[in-house]
């Protein structure tokens, strides 16, 4: 689909990112509990509270989800808890809004970048 986006368009959005992206950050930030799910890489048992067994089958379900096997593993024990991937992405968009209040990206210009 095409669509050339319109200057409200752009501010609806900015307004949107303004609104949660503090509140994405927060949950970007490593937080210390038991695995939530999704990509065990980004869980790190802590290894004075989780057992060897526990650690190993944290081991094994990083092993699989980098042969691209996505499959629901618990039991790793407390540990802490890092997403990277959703960290990057707030930041970019941090970066970006840094921008447009610095008047660096007009709505024009990324009107033009996405054609």
């Not at 990112?17 to 065990?40: H, W």
């Not at 970019?92 to 033009?112: H, Y």
Request: include cysteine; hydrophobic fraction near 25%.
């Amino acid at each position: 689909m095409k669509y050339e986006l319109t200057t409200e368009d752009i501010e609806l959005m900015t307004e949107f990112i303004r609104e949660y992206l503090p509140m994405a950050e927060d949950m970007a930030l490593p937080n210390y509990g038991p695995f939530m799910g999704g990509d065990p890489r980004n869980f790190s048992p802590d290894p004075e509270c989780s057992t060897e067994e526990e650690r190993q089958r944290h081991r094994e379900a990083c092993a699989s989800w980098e042969r691209g096997e996505r499959r629901i593993s618990t039991g790793f024990g407390v540990g802490a808890t890092d997403n990277r991937a959703e960290a990057e992405r707030c930041r970019r968009l941090r970066s970006l809004l840094d921008d447009i209040g610095q008047g660096a990206c007009r709505p024009e210009e990324v009107r033009s970048s996405t054609k």
